[in-house]
């Protein structure tokens, strides 16, 4: 498996999904909408969008909550907007249940409503080059435990995040021209599998 061509997940239950996956596979990736709970063992590494995270976790179910959780502690994960709330190991505003696989404390809807959306540009550790990031209804990640690495940051809040194999966006990378977020993501993916 290590020179295959990666089969990564998106989770298609809601959120731009297919955004998520076009980029994908420009980036030469192999891609499979997710949207039964046995189709995580068939992936290597999983995207979660954007969208509602109380609304995912319903969706899930408990079963299906349990599958992904499973998931995001094994394998690469990569969330954006909602999918970096679900991946939290705390959540603010209201407080809700996270997957754990970050360790950090992130506040829904942190930049306001969607009235309040914006792009802006930041420095990542990308590259001299500064990183288009598209905000909907963001959350903001309020702080970050040890070993978590932040590779962007918005203000002084940081809005990329790494730890190990998982990576999270507070911002939508599959709205920008810019494809290095996600290629970062098939990094690890292709890290892991080798």
């Given at each position: ?11 298609a ?72 709330i ?26 306001g ?52 194999n ?29």
């Amino acid at each position: 498996m290590a020179n295959s061509v990666p089969r990564i997940g998106v989770l298609a239950l809601q959120g731009d999904f297919e955004a998520h996956r076009r980029r994908l596979e420009e980036l030469g990736a192999e891609v499979v909408l997710v949207r039964q709970p046995e189709q995580l063992d068939e992936i290597d590494g999983l995207i979660i969008p954007g969208g509602e995270s109380s609304t995912f976790l319903k969706l899930l179910g408990e079963r299906g909550f349990q599958k992904l959780s499973n998931f995001v502690h094994t394998k690469p994960t990569f969330g954006t907007c909602a999918g970096a709330i679900l991946l939290a190991s705390q959540v603010e505003n209201p407080r809700q249940t996270g997957l754990g696989a970050i360790d950090m404390t992130i506040c829904r809807n942190a930049y306001g409503r969607q009235i309040d959306s914006s792009i802006v540009e930041a420095v990542t550790s990308f590259g001299a080059d500064p990183l288009e990031m598209v905000f909907i209804r963001a959350p903001r990640i309020e702080s970050v435990g040890e070993g978590v690495e932040v590779l962007a940051r918005r203000d002084g809040d940081p809005v990329l995040v790494r730890k190990g194999n998982v990576m999270a966006a507070t911002f939508h990378p599959e709205l920008s021209n810019d494809p290095r977020v996600h290629a970062e993501f098939l990094k690890l993916v292709k890290n892991n599998n080798s």
